[in-house]
């Protein structure tokens, strides 16, 4: 039985840039950190020949084609099993459409499940390229590529997304007070509403690949944001990272009109006037979870817990896609 788990994710600076549609021409640049919220996935061998799923539902098929779950059917069809005999459970932390990153995530566990399952190794930079070559190569998902990277890896890291598709990572250069203070002041609240974030990055992608100038004009603006809380963070102003995350969240609400709505604007007014210096929603936006960098965190969490949100505590990690158990 292999066991492995994977690390959900929250945009420090620079989301959207690692898009192809816009990194192939301009280089992307973004700011991630992996944090201790899990996807898990479980492959045996079962008695019987077939391949048996478990996730938010259940599947019992004999042929690799014949499942329906798109990212288990093609990560199986690379393996090219020729006798599917193949049990595998799912299981999250979180629910999926949340802004966390939970595709990339299950796709890079996926992966490492069944290639520990094969006895065979993947490199850390392997394992989140060959997630990317599943979901936007196979599956033509418009998606960027920092939720596989920073699943793969773990810990806190800026990434450059390179003209020639080529990926660069490099941990960001912060020192042990200012992590500290940055993991017990940035918070999450749950909205309540899940979202595809396909919808919305598939306008972002098509935008840009037609030059439309107010979309690239706006991503152009993310990537330097980005640089900007990359130089805060490790100067270790924290008050200035979170005026640029308000920032960010103002210059993002307006890359598309599903990026917010009135109930979150609502929320997101009232946790600047009571603890929080800036935040945004995290990931594709239209959902999922606020995040705020706090400067009163008793008075933002108790606001936020008056308003109906659930708070989602965590941790970073420093240990990206890992095998729990192989035997």
């Not at 690379?78 to 595709?103: C, F, M, R, V, Y």
């Amino acid at each position: 039985m292999i066991i492995v788990r994977s690390p959900l994710r929250v945009s420090l600076g620079g989301g959207g840039t690692d898009l192809s549609s816009y990194y192939e021409e301009h280089e992307g640049f973004l700011i991630a950190a992996a944090i201790d919220k899990y996807v898990y996935v479980n492959v045996t061998k079962p008695f019987i020949e077939g391949i048996f799923l478990k996730y938010s539902q259940l599947e019992n098929v004999k042929k690799v084609e014949e499942v329906q779950h798109p990212i288990i059917r093609e990560t199986l069809g690379l393996l090219n099993l020729k006798a599917p005999q193949i049990e595998l459970t799912a299981l999250a932390d979180i629910p999926s459409g949340t802004g966390l990153g939970s595709s990339g995530s299950f796709t890079t566990a996926l992966l490492k499940a069944l290639y520990a399952h094969e006895r065979r190794h993947l490199h850390p930079n392997e394992l989140a390229e060959l997630a990317c070559h599943v979901e936007i190569d196979l599956l033509k998902e418009p998606i960027g590529k920092q939720d596989q990277y920073i699943a793969a890896i773990g810990g806190i890291n800026c990434f450059t997304f390179e003209k020639n598709n080529k990926v660069t990572s490099t941990p960001l250069n912060i020192d042990t007070e200012t992590m500290h203070e940055l993991e017990d002041n940035l918070l999450l609240f749950f909205t309540g509403y899940s979202r595809n974030a396909s919808d919305i990055l598939k306008d972002q992608k098509e935008k840009s690949k037609s030059n439309d100038v107010d979309m690239l004009a706006n991503l152009h603006f993310v990537k330097d944001l980005g640089l900007r809380s990359k130089i805060a963070l490790e100067s270790g102003d924290l008050q200035a990272f979170g005026e640029l995350m308000q920032e960010h969240w103002e210059n993002k609400k307006r890359r598309s009109v599903g990026m917010s709505n009135s109930k979150i604007d609502e929320w997101y007014d009232i946790a600047m006037r009571n603890g929080a210096t800036g935040g945004k929603v995290v990931g594709a936006g239209g959902g999922g979870f606020l995040m705020f960098l706090a400067n009163d965190r008793k008075k933002l969490k108790k606001t936020m817990a008056d308003q109906g949100l659930q708070e989602i505590r965590f941790k970073f990690d420093f240990e990206g896609t890992k095998v729990l158990s192989a035997s």
